[in-house]
């Protein structure tokens, strides 16, 4: 079963601009990670936040956690077109689970 | 090296072949998992070895077999494939098995006629 649920599914926007993906879980959690997918290929981490952090930079990205919600959010600021991918987020559970989210697909125009 | 490789790239197998799947990374981690990803869907966890045993099954059907060697090779034994079964399998390593970044190789896409 998936443990969460990623949004928006798709998001198009233009160079330079700042692009923000939210993702939602459903129990409790040790960590909450982000990963970027470029079409077909393996998965590229990009940061990792522990439940007791509640905001993350790094370079470009900024992701925050908010585990009284059940929710992160991730961005990404001056977007390029390199940033063309898919992103999700993965969350390592209290019992051993590790699932990944449903995905974001994020879409730079140059 | 931060790498993890897969081979082979791409795999085409009838529903009776036998083929396996390599994954082999040289960074020292203990962990070593394999994700099957359908397309636009996320990669489903399938298998955890930890020190070189099987700690996690996700109700993996018994036609996948894993297999782990040694600590930087990672083996899935297919037999008696389903069309379904069609998808991009990950592996990935980590240092550990819990609370770690987990680093995938590119994978490989099967395809089971």
């Known amino acids: 079963s998936q443990q969460g649920e990623e949004d928006p599914q798709a998001l198009s926007i233009q160079e330079g601009e700042n692009a923000t993906m939210n993702c939602s879980y459903k129990?409790?959690?040790?960590?909450l990670q982000w990963y970027r997918q470029n079409s077909g290929r393996g998965l590229v981490h990009l940061i990792l936040?522990?439940?007791?952090?509640r905001e993350k930079h790094s370079g470009r990205l900024r992701v925050t956690l908010d585990t009284s919600k059940k929710s992160s959010s991730l961005l990404i600021t001056a977007s390029r077109a390199a940033d063309t991918a898919s992103y999700f987020c993965a969350t390592e559970g209290t019992g051993n689970q590790f699932y990944f989210g449903t995905g974001t697909s994020l879409t730079v125009i140059p | 090296d931060t790498e993890v490789t897969q081979t082979p790239k791409h795999l085409v197998m009838g529903m009776t072949n036998k083929k396996s799947l390599k994954c082999e990374q040289h960074m020292g981690h203990r962990a070593m998992y394999w994700y099957k990803q359908k397309a636009k869907k996320p990669p489903e966890l399938m298998f955890v070895y930890s020190y070189e045993k099987l700690s996690i099954n996700e109700s993996v059907p018994s036609r996948f077999s894993p297999e782990c060697p040694n600590s930087s090779l990672l083996n899935l034994h297919l037999h008696a494939l389903q069309p379904e079964d069609s998808a991009l399998y990950l592996c990935a390593s980590s240092q550990l098995h819990r609370g770690e970044t987990q680093y995938f190789g590119p994978g490989t896409r099967l395809l089971v006629l």
């Open positions: 129990t409790s959690i040790n960590n």
């Open positions: 936040i522990r439940s007791n952090e």
